[in-house]
């Protein structure tokens, strides 16, 4: 069974993809629907019941694009898909298969690393010949200011504090996914640890 949510004030930056990206976080949305008449509400459908939960418990309330986001359960169990020709079509998208999805094998890692979102950002995936400091130019160019990093002994991970929650909300979307080349995509994340002196 599947459980959309009705996310409420939004501004007219947000697409469907920007709202998978956000929501994917928490799991993995099927279908976004923005309402064609009310453009500042939406329909997620996420894959089940515990994740629609997960992602209305962790996202109401937060900010996003300078407005207060309002997540609650729908009445509807699914988003339809507009008819072919329609002008609403670029406001709903399917993303069943997407290869974007956190969750879709048992067991992932990705379960164990589920955080509300915070101003301290965990990416992963990233390639040797990125340095710090260009992850730190490409996530102050989002629009924020990067307050601290501290890359992991691996160096294919790292932690990445901006100033505000907001802020770290506008980067994962803005960067998760990034091609950052040789084959790298990195992977952003609310991360449940601040960096304090560095650590």
């Not at 956190?102 to 390639?127: D, V």
């Not at 790292?158 to 990034?178: F, G, K, N, P, W």
Request: hydrophobic fraction near 35%; glycine fraction near 6%; aromatic fraction near 10%.
């Amino acid at each position: 069974m599947f459980y959309p949510v009705t996310l409420g004030v939004l501004y007219q930056m947000v697409t469907p993809q920007s709202l998978f990206t956000l929501f994917g976080v928490y799991g993995d949305v099927q279908r976004v629907k923005i309402l064609y008449n009310q453009k500042d509400s939406a329909l997620i459908q996420m894959a089940d019941g515990n994740q629609s939960q997960l992602a209305m418990s962790y996202l109401n309330g937060q900010k996003m694009y300078g407005k207060i986001i309002q997540v609650t359960l729908s009445k509807y169990q699914t988003v339809q898909l507009p008819h072919e020709g329609l002008d609403d079509q670029r406001l709903t998208k399917d993303f069943g298969n997407s290869p974007l999805h956190r969750f879709k094998k048992p067991g992932s890692k990705n379960f164990q690393n589920i955080f509300p979102p915070s101003a301290t950002l965990h990416l992963s995936n990233i390639p040797p010949s990125v340095a710090e400091d260009d992850l730190r130019t490409l996530f102050a160019n989002t629009g924020g200011t990067v307050k601290a990093f501290k890359l992991f002994q691996d160096r294919t991970m790292a932690r990445l504090q901006m100033s505000t929650v907001e802020e770290a909300i506008q980067a994962l979307i803005d960067l998760d996914y990034y091609n950052l080349g040789e084959n790298h995509h990195l992977r952003v994340s609310f991360s449940k640890s601040t960096i304090l002196n560095g650590r």
